[in-house]
């Protein structure tokens, strides 16, 4: 059997007074330490997240502003439709009048010409027709999809919400399985309580602004 130094014996009853002196230390340390965090946490949890949902197809559906768009595109599209209806009689009177003329000779050669000549026309200005009307509609899209968005931001920044969520009610009852599956897809809400809805707050504000823009004018 091995006899200790009493140096040694010292050095040991040294390092464990220490350890049990430091073990006591973190104990009331971490105990003091939940005691003061307690009152903090209670105060960020008692705040808790505001939260705000905002039906989009909703607010597109009542904004005026689009109603008048809608407007001004049907408008536009009668328009286009109509030079292209008249554009058609048109080839339709001439191809009836070249059917009377004599095979071969030089007046029907003729208006066929001017028939092949109007008929791609009319065909170039359909495509250019349905390019343009196209393109009205996304830039009018996108300038509401810009406005609706800005307001949705002005409300959340006012009101300081946390967060403001699009929510969507797609229609379930058409199309095939492909179409119900993308559809089922972009329901991004699936419940939510009518006192975190701000969706006729939206489309009031953008109302009244754009009334007192159109009276500006």
Known sequence: MKLEKPAEKNGKRGRMIFAVACLAYLCLFS????????????????????????????????????????????????????IVNDKKKELVSLGEKIQLLDLGSEARKKDEEVFEKKNMELESYAKFAEKSLMKKYKDYFESLYTEVCREVEDIGSREQYDLIIKKEEPELQSGGITELQFKVGIKTVLYHSGSVDITDQVIDNLNKKHSAASKGK
Request: proline residues 2%; charged residues 35%.
């Open 31 to 82: 105990s003091g330490g939940i005691q003061a965090k307690e009152p903090a946490t209670a105060g960020s949890s008692s705040k808790g997240l505001k939260i705000g949902v905002v039906d989009l197809n909703t607010v597109f559906e009542k904004y005026e502003k689009r109603k008048m768009f809608d407007v001004q595109l049907k408008e536009q599209e009668k328009q286009y439709q109509k």
